[in-house]
């Protein structure tokens, strides 16, 4: 199934229904249960959010009962104030405690990044003043491993595989429709995206922590791109573990983080999303950046 930017919900599973939006390529994804339906990321700013929350009214399966952050980046939680707001107060937002934690830390960290280099030059994004205007509202259910959400008979697992894309990551899980919505542990439109805060060593270990739960009939869902499946999950996570693998050699034979680019070969273009892969990872095996090359 070929899903088009900004035409509301489509059916991807047996009551699973996914959106994408083309304004920072979102999905959004809803669990349709005997109740509701439960709403998994909420998008990018208040305004965006009252654009999801209309879809889901024009689709018809029943009101947001509950609603669930992949991990804590802005382009999947500003708009959970919206969601209560327009959902009620009542609605929880589940989400892994080290995400919860880390929501206003993070919001702030985009929201910085937004006035430095969009609100001088509108024309990098019309919409930041959405951005930089949205309230910012951190989930409030939260848990450390494994935890399951009722929506009406239907069972909905929350799990956290690991650390990957960030350190809160959980991939939710319906194991009557078998699928998987793995947030940005997982990038169907391109390379994952490495940023500051994420594990690139720990990553695709936390990959086949899920993937284990699927089989070659399951439905995987990125936080961004079309839907996919299982080998299409093993292959991203092999490139993965393919650039831990690097970092590690590299940090091993005393390779300045300077020459890393050049000194391996990368299964993607060392571009922005790439970015953070290599800070990230030299750190992790405690080399400063200003060492170049030598542990600390």
Not at 6 to 14: I, K, L, P, R, S
Not at 31 to 53: F, I, K, M, P, Q
Not at 74 to 86: E, L, M, Q, S
Not at 202 to 213: K, V
């Amino acid at each position: 199934m070929k899903i088009e930017y900004d035409t509301g919900f489509h059916e991807v599973a047996d009551g699973v229904w996914m959106a994408r939006y083309a304004w920072h390529d979102v999905n959004v994804t809803l669990v349709e249960g005997g109740d509701g339906v439960l709403l998994v990321d909420t998008h990018s700013s208040a305004e965006a959010a009252r654009a999801v929350l209309a879809d889901v009214r024009r689709l018809g399966r029943g009101d947001v009962l509950a609603i669930v952050n992949t991990h804590e980046h802005f382009d999947h939680v500003f708009g959970n104030a919206t969601a209560k707001a327009v959902c009620g107060d009542n609605i929880p937002i589940y989400a892994t405690r080290r995400a919860a934690e880390r929501t206003p830390v993070s919001a702030e960290l985009f929201k910085d990044r937004y006035r430095r280099e969009h609100a001088a030059d509108p024309t990098k994004d019309p919409r930041t003043s959405e951005i930089l205007g949205t309230p910012v509202l951190p989930a409030d259910h939260l848990f450390d491993d494994r935890m399951t959400v009722d929506i009406g008979g239907r069972r909905v697992e929350l799990v956290h595989p690991g650390r990957g894309h960030t350190a809160g990551d959980l991939v939710v899980w319906v194991p009557d429709a078998n699928v998987m919505q793995f947030g940005d542990l997982l990038e169907a439109t391109g390379p994952p995206v490495y940023i500051d805060d994420c594990y690139p060593l720990e990553w695709a270990s936390a990959l086949d922590s899920a993937l284990a739960l699927l089989d070659a009939r399951s439905v995987v869902l990125a936080g961004h791109g079309q839907p996919a499946d299982l080998t299409w999950a093993r292959g991203q996570q092999l490139e993965i573990a393919s650039a831990a693998d690097s970092i590690r050699r590299l940090v091993d034979e005393g390779a300045p983080m300077a020459l890393a680019r050049e000194a391996a070969s990368w299964p993607w273009p060392l571009d922005w999303r790439f970015s953070g892969a290599l800070q990230a990872g030299y750190a992790q095996l405690g080399v400063r950046a200003s060492s170049a090359g030598g542990r600390s």
